[in-house]
């Protein structure tokens, strides 16, 4: 599976962003796919993810902000970002699995797409 993830740019606090992390290779139906976020200087954080059957997983930190939805027949999930912060601002990364007993860490996810930045001004 190849990721490609795009819809990054620039935007006031309060403001709102999509992005998008379209599949290649194969299709996104039977993969959870996983949204993370790296600021400089900072670890991976873990954003949210959607399984196959739309159970969502909020990071504590985007909870009521964000969320994650899929289209399937597109190869494409969708990142909807609202309000957002300048404490948002990072390199947002989607990944995909195809196994998993949690989806949090980095680790449980075998695919990853090029990462895109979003820059959030106060």
């Known amino acids: 599976v190849q990721l490609q993830a795009s819809g990054g740019g620039l935007v006031q606090a309060g403001g709102s962003l999509r992005l998008s992390c379209a599949a290649s290779g194969h299709t996104l139906s039977t993969h959870a796919v996983g949204w993370f976020r790296q600021a400089p200087g900072k670890e991976r954080e873990f954003v949210l993810a959607i399984t196959p059957s739309d159970d969502l997983f909020y990071g504590d930190s985007v909870k009521g902000r964000f969320t994650v939805s899929r289209d399937n027949a597109k190869r494409t999930v969708f990142l909807q970002m609202n309000n957002l912060k300048p404490e948002d601002t990072a390199v947002y990364y989607c990944?995909?699995?195809?196994?998993?007993?949690?989806?949090?860490?980095?680790?449980?996810?075998?695919?990853w797409g090029q990462g895109t930045l979003v820059t959030v001004s106060s």
């Open positions: 990944a995909a699995t195809s196994g998993w007993t949690v989806l949090t860490p980095p680790s449980a996810y075998n695919y």
